[in-house]
């Protein structure tokens, strides 16, 4: 460490080079930015090579799909009345005459005489009519087919997509506005125009909360010009290289990643803190400022280093998540972290030394050491509290549940969600699994395939989460033939002409069943999913049958194979964290010490969680290896700053080393205290800015480390003393009885 101190003051002798490297890094950075990929997809939060995500893409190839684009209009009247015809049929001359839309269907079938495709099959009802018309005629469906030949005139495709929807999002409200109807738009594209808007939307203001709160910690803690630029341009230069990281390395963003940004900036502005207050403290002591700028980075280099490796492999554990937005999270902010602590070392001395200090913060955190001395009057009582609560928080988080919902990302305010909840309303909702049907003697679905269908739909049928199954069978029925009339017809022309592609693969060979559910959480979905597999396992099955597909089940898996990673990925760095601390101090006592300081804060955080009927989701659960990595920096500078005595190194001639080591210890927690609760409120705050968020995961993962965050300051502050004292004097009495008895 010395070494590395060394190393330090010789960077500072040629600045001229330090800042050079600094700028050849940021125009590499820059350089790539047009490699930047700034899509939003809701398929990014899946790898390409998943197995499901592959056969559901198989599907939607074979297949015709109808759920990219939905527009519902939803009328007072009845659609079915020839005033509402009228207005329909010049609204949807307007849309067809639209350049970029290339088709529209659903209702728009019937009203236009584009149905009948039943020249060939003739209906007395049509099997699809109650899909795309609401049962009290106030709401229709129509099904836009969107013309993606000029993506190339945008930046990206969601640009493209921003725009196209926004257009046709404002000529649709302009027209039916007169006539009092509502417009609402769902699907894939309505989902992922969604997400860019969340995007913008939590873009646009975490931007300038973020520069409202370095103001704020500049005007009342800091008030130091050079320190307040130094920090604020180390944040820039972490920002524009994190960024350089993602373009080059063409890492997946999402909506998630706004954080990011709120992420390292705070984080940057907590861990400069730690020096500029130790640089504070000397200069009240009288020192100068080259002596002070020594010093802070002397009394702090170990545990800035060790912190930031352990924030670090925290955020790391998070490329174990099987969601690449959730991966390239974590290697940003591990790399920021990275950058911000050789910044710290750099940088920041650099600006410092031109520092002239005349007046002192306006708030102070002195006082916290006072309420810390008067807790551990009382050792026992705080000792049985915690015991006492803990053990009811584990009785609580071990009712948590996996209950995440992906379509319950957004507000309920929000244009997607209104869709959603008006899709249930008058329709069957969006809540869709499919299962393909194929022949096993590649041949054209026959008989053996149609009876299989019946039989399954009507094992669906029954089961109380299914609200509507669709299937061949209904065409069959609704056209009055039998099986071998449609086994000719079938012959003798191809899915289109018979207006089934829809349920019928190109080569005829697979058939679609679709099931529409009720609203259901990750967890139900996968136990419904293994309820279906379970009876089609006992089943004499000749024919084949995929597995379940669909965007919600497939989330389902990952929100729990998440959950499950993130679980493993905190215990891992759990037992990380408390082996550091044993090896650094040499005692195992720290490594229990360090281990309770940071698990307790989580564990009672979750148990809240659950008690206020929270659940286990995206957000919820990346929080469990991500703060760990950031509240260890506290009591890595709090517990490496702890005098090296301890109880287990007592013997007969220690006299008096208890009030030796007590006062030690008050020593050295009114030089540490003040400055971790300065970067407490800073990450408090700055972390509190994702509660303005309109994406779920955010704000949630936002909510809970606020939470957490607050909950270790008060472990550090209210129960690292007691400890410490508690088995000073413990093991001092141990040690009395001993040497009366070896003196007996």
Request: contains cysteine; glycine residues 4%; proline residues 3%.
């Amino acid at each position: 460490m010395l070494r590395q101190i060394s190393i330090i003051w010789k960077v500072q002798r040629h600045p001229v080079a330090m800042f050079a490297v600094i700028g050849c890094l940021l125009v590499f950075a820059l350089s790539g930015y047009n490699r930047l990929q700034l899509d939003v997809d809701f398929s990014d939060y899946f790898v390409g090579s998943d197995p499901r995500l592959t056969a559901l893409n198989s599907m939607t190839e074979q297949f015709e799909r109808h759920d990219k684009l939905w527009m519902l209009l939803e009328s007072d009247n009845d659609w079915r009345d020839s005033n509402e015809q009228q207005a329909l049929k010049a609204f949807l001359v307007m849309l067809n005459n639209d350049p970029n839309i290339s088709s529209v269907s659903g209702y728009s079938q019937f009203v236009l005489g584009m149905a009948k495709t039943e020249k060939i099959l003739s209906y007395k009802a049509h099997p699809r009519l109650s899909s795309v018309l609401s049962a009290d005629g106030h709401a229709i469906l129509l099904q836009l087919q969107l013309d993606s030949s000029k993506v190339s005139d945008f930046a990206t495709q969601s640009l493209w997509l921003n725009a196209l929807l926004t257009k046709l999002d404002n000529t649709s409200h302009a027209y039916w506005q007169p006539l009092n109807v509502r417009v609402h738009f769902n699907g894939t594209h309505a989902l992922n125009w969604q997400y860019a808007k969340v995007l913008i939307h939590d873009l646009s203001w975490f931007a300038p909360a973020l520069l409202g709160i370095i103001f704020l910690m500049a005007l009342l803690f800091i008030r130091q010009k050079a320190w307040v630029l130094a920090l604020t341009l180390n944040n820039v230069i972490t920002l524009l290289l994190t960024l350089g990281v993602a373009a080059w390395f063409k890492l997946t963003l999402a909506a998630i990643s706004a954080f990011i940004p709120v992420i390292i900036v705070t984080l940057g502005l907590a861990y400069g803190s730690h020096l500029y207050f130790g640089w504070r403290s000397q200069l009240t002591a009288g020192v100068s400022v080259a002596e002070a700028l020594r010093y802070t980075v002397k009394v702090n280099q170990a545990p800035l280093f060790y912190s930031s490796i352990t924030t670090i492999f925290g955020f790391s554990l998070l490329t174990l998540s099987p969601s690449p937005p959730i991966q390239s999270f974590g290697i940003l902010v591990a790399f920021a972290v990275l950058c911000n602590y050789l910044l710290c070392l750099t940088s920041l001395i650099f600006f410092a030394k031109f520092s002239t200090p005349t007046s002192s913060q306006i708030l102070n955190f002195d006082k916290v050491v006072d309420v810390a001395k008067y807790n551990a009057r009382q050792p026992k009582a705080v000792i049985g509290g915690i015991l006492l609560l803990s053990a009811l928080a584990l009785v609580s988080v071990s009712k948590l549940t996996l209950n995440d919902d992906p379509l319950s990302y957004f507000e309920s305010s929000t244009p997607f969600s209104l869709s959603s909840q008006k899709m249930a309303q008058y329709f069957s909702g969006i809540n869709l699994q499919h299962y393909v049907v194929s022949s096993l003697r590649d041949s054209q679905i026959d008989k053996t395939e149609i009876s299989f269908i019946y039989k399954f739909s009507r094992y669906l049928k029954k089961q109380p989460e299914v609200i509507k199954v669709q299937h061949i069978g209904d065409w069959i029925k609704a056209a009055g033939i039998g099986q071998t009339q449609f086994r000719q017809l079938l012959s003798q022309n191809n899915v289109n002409q018979l207006g089934l592609a829809s349920e019928l693969a190109k080569d005829k060979r697979a058939s679609l069943v679709t099931l529409y559910l009720q609203p259901m959480t990750a967890k139900e979905l996968i136990r419904f999913e293994r309820k279906v597999d379970a009876w089609l396992a006992a089943q004499n099955l000749n024919v084949g049958v995929s597995q379940s597909l669909g965007s919600n089940l497939l989330f389902a898996h990952l929100s729990v194979d998440n959950a499950n990673n993130m679980l493993l990925s905190f215990a891992a760095a759990l037992i990380a964290l408390a082996v550091l601390l044993s090896v650094l101090k040499g005692s195992l006592i720290y490594g229990v010490i360090g281990l309770l300081l940071n698990f307790l804060p989580l564990l009672w955080v979750f148990a809240l969680w659950q008690l206020n009927g929270g659940f286990i989701s995206l957000g919820t659960a990346v929080v469990l290896a991500m703060m760990l990595g950031i509240i260890v920096d506290d009591t890595l500078h709090l517990m490496l700053k702890l005098p090296n005595t301890h109880p287990l190194r007592f013997n007969s001639e220690n006299k008096g080393i208890v009030r030796a080591s007590a006062d030690s210890l008050w020593l050295s927690l009114q030089q540490v205290l003040p400055v971790i609760s300065f970067t407490t409120l800073t990450i408090a705050m700055g972390f509190s800015i994702g509660l303005l968020s309109e994406f779920a995961p955010i704000s949630q993962l936002s909510l809970l480390s606020c939470l957490v965050v607050i909950f270790a300051w008060g472990f550090d502050v209210l129960m690292l003393p007691v400890l410490y004292l508690w088995w000073l004097v413990e093991k001092s009495k141990a040690m009395s009885v001993k040497l009366k008895a070896d003196q007996q």
